[in-house]
């Protein structure tokens, strides 16, 4: 049965194949391919059916300029062991660095920090920086294949590590300075970096921290490293016991900027999964895979080109850094951010939009539904009128989100496109997403992304349309990991996404595909509450109970092994709200409306936090676990937790 589609808050223009890079893109297509297609739905089709087709026409479209051409698209389309363009040589730092439709003189990096003055960065200084700080790592004897490690905040600085990083062919891995000695040295202990780049500390909001202890205990803990530079930050003449200066990297040099011409699905850089239960996944991506898929989402999904700024606001531990950095490459310049997002209030990143000139803002559901309930109307705070892009991810955002953006953030709702999206760090990217072609339903996910198919598995793994299912995909994608870091069998990487379905990527949410190609995500799919046969995702399940305004924040947990079927509610509450009978009355009844009389929790229970990872996402199963007898320290990883201090209520209880 076809799902009722919800109301529609945004409508592409008529002109909108003359005005957008994947207008742009649809005309090239019928110029050099012969392919023409009415609508999204069939060029989606066509770009996960036709995988050579579709991902040679980005090689070709966006001029991946190497000496030796694409050649053969793809050797063996099964999951797991595609190999993508198996004979293409190309370096993702030229890439980048290539910054088409840029002059040398624009701005290509804008940096805003609580901790120092506001920073512009111009296409040849990147360029000039960047060939310095390589020729300064060539001469600690990094080569390629080695690790270069960055223990450094959204700064313009580590980006040009990166860059330099790669354009030798060596692999770079970053953690933000929030995270503390285990969270870092658990990851890069696995990887081994022969040069740790880190700061002495930064301010957050009015708060300094100290990092010199941190950085020093790191420093101890991996023996591999050969070189560590001191870049000052909170103190500009800070420095570390036998460790050069950031400007003695960066000193002055006659060598030439070059790059390294590398395979395909040479290691780029590694990223981590959270590691709540265990040591966290070293993921480890290539420069090919994310130099297309970054093209490809940047500017044909997202509308991203020359003149436009592009902000996340992220920090070097997620994903979204990664992502953010790459906009270069399609003409954008990059709008940086580090600090408290909240200081001195929640309007200071809608603040930095007007006086950074931002044209695409990026954040999480989170920060939105914090703005809303703040009761905050941007435009009346700043000038948004440049904003053509909003994007959201992190958590699903609900149908009372879309309707603050389209009323509070933009002078008029029809020049605003908000991206709703999802995806991971696994693939370092988004696969259901937004995109010029396609309306913006309340509530919803507007499409799955060119070249990622995305589809729901019902309970006999076969694809369902317009009921819930398992997020799989089903036919490869260049940005899919290399590998996890020292797995050389390939077994860890096959059981952590092929185990449930053989030759199917399996990745661990609920999503319902509408018949309009939009999509909903409910929540993980291993914290499912399944209460007599009403199967529900706990995003569904927060939307509500976060709509009160007593409730700050909620987790809920469904516990049904061992013939037990209690669903408990753990709610943060306002300050001055209590928890008495009326307030459990109100939560009771706005979910049995809400939801189903089925959802209404055995027992509400007053929590101090909710647990949180470093990324910001709730720990329902770590909780779950918890309270079934696990003890805390072996449920959740202290040091992948922004507050393992909250985990101390969930154990208590458990205990009683």
Known sequence: ???????????????????????????????????SFPDYPALWEWSVTDLAGFWS???????????????????????????????????????????????????????????????????????????RVAAGLRRLGVSPGDRVAAYAPNLPETFVLMLATASLGAVFSSCAPEFGTRSVTDRWRQIEPVVLVAVDGYR?????????????????????????????YLDPAAGFPDAIRWDELAASTGEPLRFAPVPFDHPLYVLYSSGTTGLPKPIVHG???????????????????????FFWFTTTGWMMWNFLVSAPAVGAAVVMFDGNPAHPDLGALWRLAEQSGMTFFGTSAPYLMACRRAGLVPRELADTSRLRGLGSTG????????????????PDRHRLLLQSLSGGTDLCTGFVGGVPLQPVWRG?????????????????????????????????????????WG??????????????????????DWITITERGSCVITGRSDATLNRGGVRLGTAEFYSVVEDLPEVVDSLVVHLAEDGADELLLFVVLAPGCE???????????????????????????????????????????PVKRILTGTPAEQAAAEGALVNPESLADFADLARR
């Open 204 to 232: 957050y909001g009015d708060k300094r921290i100290d990092r010199r202890a941190e950085v020093a205990a790191i420093r101890a803990a991996l023996p591999s490293l050969r070189h560590a530079v001191a870049l000052p």
């Open 579 to 621: 928890l008495d009978e009326a307030l459990r009355g109100r939560i009771a009844a706005a979910l049995r409306t809400g939801l189903s009389p089925r959802h209404v929790p055995d027992r509400i229970v007053p929590v101090a936090a909710v647990p949180r990872t470093l990324s910001g996402k709730k720990l329902e199963v």
């Open 57 to 131: 026409s980005i090689w070709d479209y966006f001029d991946v300029g190497t000496g030796t051409g694409p050649g053969m698209v793809l050797a063996g389309g099964e999951l797991p062991g595609t190999r993508w363009f198996p004979q293409a040589r190309l370096n993702y730092a030229e890439q980048v660095l290539r910054a088409p439709g840029l002059a040398a003189d624009a701005p290509v990096v804008l940096s805003w920090s609580q901790t120092r003055a506001p920073v512009t960065v111009t296409v040849a200084e990147l360029r000039e920086q960047v060939r």
């Open 287 to 309: 420069h090919g895979g994310i130099l297309l898929e970054h093209l490809k989402m940047l500017a044909l999904h997202h509308d991203l080109g020359p003149g436009d700024r």
């Open 395 to 410: 958590a699903p955002l609900p149908g009372e989100g879309f309707d603050w953006v389209y009323e509070s953030v933009p």
């Open 1 to 35: 049965m076809a799902l009722s589609a919800p109301p529609v808050e945004w409508t592409p223009p008529e002109d909108v194949r003359q005005v957008t890079r994947i207008g742009d893109y649809l005309g090239w297509l019928a110029r050099e391919r012969g392919l």
């Open 487 to 508: 797995d050389d069998s390939g077994e860890r990487y096959r059981e952590a996404y092929f185990d449930t379905f053989p030759g199917v990527w399996r990745h661990g």
């Open 444 to 484: 919803e996910i507007s499409c799955r992304c060119l070249g990622a198919k995305v589809e729901s598995y019902g309970p006999g793994g076969q694809p369902v349309t317009g009921a819930l299912g398992e997020l799989v995909i089903t036919a490869p994608m260049p940005s899919m990991p290399v590998g996890f």
